[in-house]
């Protein structure tokens, strides 16, 4: 089974709202609404978790009710989340099980719940990708030059930015294998942890990339809202007038 999985597990302080930042407005429907409609569209997904901070679940439990069709609802379902992202992806890893149980043939697509422009393309491609290569990120080609600083005062290194890239998600695992992965790292090396595909290169396994999209926006900061209302106005203005 191939499930969907929406992370949405932070409080989003830097943006300094009243509310986690995926709960936000973004022409007259929440962040979070965007990005499960979207995974909503793809039949392929079986199901899709949400692991959501306990605090607001229950007000998660009402956008849904709100916003999503009764007859998807029964597709959606929600788990806790947990301190950090991949404590979250394993919550909702831990649900599935006690749901479907153990399986390798059990897949997740996973998808920050502030990434609310992700196109069908992106998560058809994961669907594809990950039953081949058992672990998949998504990129695009990094267009700024980046440097290396050890202090923030002095440049270290620039490497060729031909050989970089950003990395957004979806980022698709065999689910067991994640599990496994991050079960066999030290509480050290899970605290260095900055998303799921380091769980598998840590543990040498090979991450395939799917390309990405730039309008696969991640909105973290004030300015990334503002653009991002830009952007959704600007989308349901088209469809209006198509």
Same mark, same amino acid.
């Given at each position: 089974?191939?499930?969907?999985?929406?992370?949405?597990?932070?409080?989003?302080?830097?943006?300094?709202?009243?509310?986690?930042?995926?709960?936000?407005?973004?022409?007259?429907?929440?962040?979070?609404?965007?990005?499960?409609?979207?995974?909503?569209?793809?039949?392929?997904?079986?199901?899709?978790?949400?692991?959501?901070?306990?605090?607001?679940?229950?007000?998660?439990?009402?956008?849904?009710?709100?916003?999503?069709?009764?007859?998807?609802?029964?597709?959606?379902?929600?788990?806790?989340?947990?301190?950090?992202?991949?404590?979250?992806?394993?919550?909702?890893?831990?649900? =599935?099980?006690? %749901?479907?149980?153990?399986?390798? +043939?059990?897949?997740?697509?996973?998808?920050?719940? #502030?990434?609310?422009? *992700? /196109?069908?393309?992106?998560?058809?491609?994961?669907?594809?990708?990950?039953?081949?290569?058992?672990?998949?990120?998504?990129?695009?080609?990094?267009?700024?030059?980046?440097?290396?600083?050890?202090?923030?005062?002095?440049?270290?290194?620039?490497?060729?930015?031909?050989?970089?890239?950003?990395?957004?998600?979806?980022?698709?695992?065999?689910?067991?294998?994640?599990?496994?992965?991050?079960?066999?790292?030290?509480?050290?090396?899970?605290? =260095?942890?900055? %998303?799921?595909?380091?769980?598998? +290169?840590?543990?040498?396994?090979?991450?395939?990339? #799917?390309?990405?999209? *730039? /309008?696969?926006?991640?909105?973290?900061?004030?300015?990334?809202?503002?653009?991002?209302?830009?952007?959704?106005?600007?989308?349901?203005?088209?469809?209006?007038?198509?």
């Amino acid at each position: 089974m191939i499930f969907g999985v929406i992370v949405a597990g932070g409080v989003g302080s830097r943006m300094g709202a009243d509310r986690p930042k995926q709960f936000l407005d973004l022409a007259g429907c929440p962040i979070i609404i965007y990005t499960l409609k979207a995974f909503l569209e793809c039949q392929r997904l079986e199901h899709i978790y949400m692991g959501v901070h306990p605090e607001w679940v229950a007000y998660m439990e009402g956008l849904i009710e709100t916003y999503i069709p009764e007859e998807s609802r029964q597709r959606v379902h929600l788990a806790a989340g947990g301190g950090e992202r991949n404590d979250t992806i394993m919550n909702v890893i831990a649900q =599935i099980e006690a %749901d479907f149980g153990t399986a390798e +043939t059990h897949y997740i697509i996973t998808q920050d719940g #502030v990434r609310p422009f *992700v /196109s069908r393309r992106l998560i058809e491609a994961h669907v594809d990708a990950v039953v081949e290569y058992d672990a998949v990120d998504t990129a695009i080609p990094a267009v700024d030059t980046i440097i290396v600083s050890d202090d923030g005062q002095f440049i270290d290194d620039i490497p060729e930015r031909k050989y970089l890239y950003q990395s957004q998600t979806p980022q698709s695992f065999r689910m067991d294998l994640l599990k496994k992965l991050y079960e066999g790292l030290t509480p050290e090396k899970k605290s =260095i942890l900055t %998303d799921a595909c380091k769980i598998c +290169t840590v543990g040498q396994v090979p991450v395939h990339i #799917v390309p990405g999209e *730039v /309008s696969n926006m991640k909105i973290t900061t004030v300015m990334d809202y503002k653009i991002a209302v830009m952007v959704a106005k600007n989308r349901l203005f088209d469809t209006e007038n198509s």
